[in-house]
């Protein structure tokens, strides 16, 4: 039906959204541990950074592995349904 479809619709443009912001945000991770030197890290607050990118890093890697899997799951779901 019209209203499965936009709902469907609505959930995918959602997650497609998120896989989008977590894309810039690994960038940005990412672009920042690269500006960092080879032997940063040597004040305290040069490793607290340098850990919590890579910890962040982590996170954003496991939100967009969940976000492609509700993608693939959807697409699936829809695909059936048809």
């Known amino acids: 039906t019209s209203e499965s479809f ?11 959204a998120r ?17 960092m030197a080879p032997g940063a890290g040597k004040t305290i607050e040069q490793r607290r950074r340098k ?6 890093l982590g996170d954003v890697s496991r939100a967009q592995s969940v976000a492609k899997h509700q993608l693939k799951a ?3 779901m829809h695909l059936v349904g048809s």
Not at 6 to 16: D, K, L, P
Not at 19 to 35: I, N, P, T, V
Not at 51 to 56: H, K, Q, S, V, Y
Request: glycine share 6%; charged share 30%.
């Open 6 to 16: 936009a709902t469907w619709s609505a959930h995918v443009a959602a997650v497609e």
């Open 51 to 56: 850990a919590t990118c890579e910890d962040r």
């Open 19 to 35: 896989l989008m912001q977590l894309s810039m945000e690994r960038d940005a991770l990412e672009g920042e541990l690269g500006r």
């Open 74 to 76: 959807a697409n699936r």
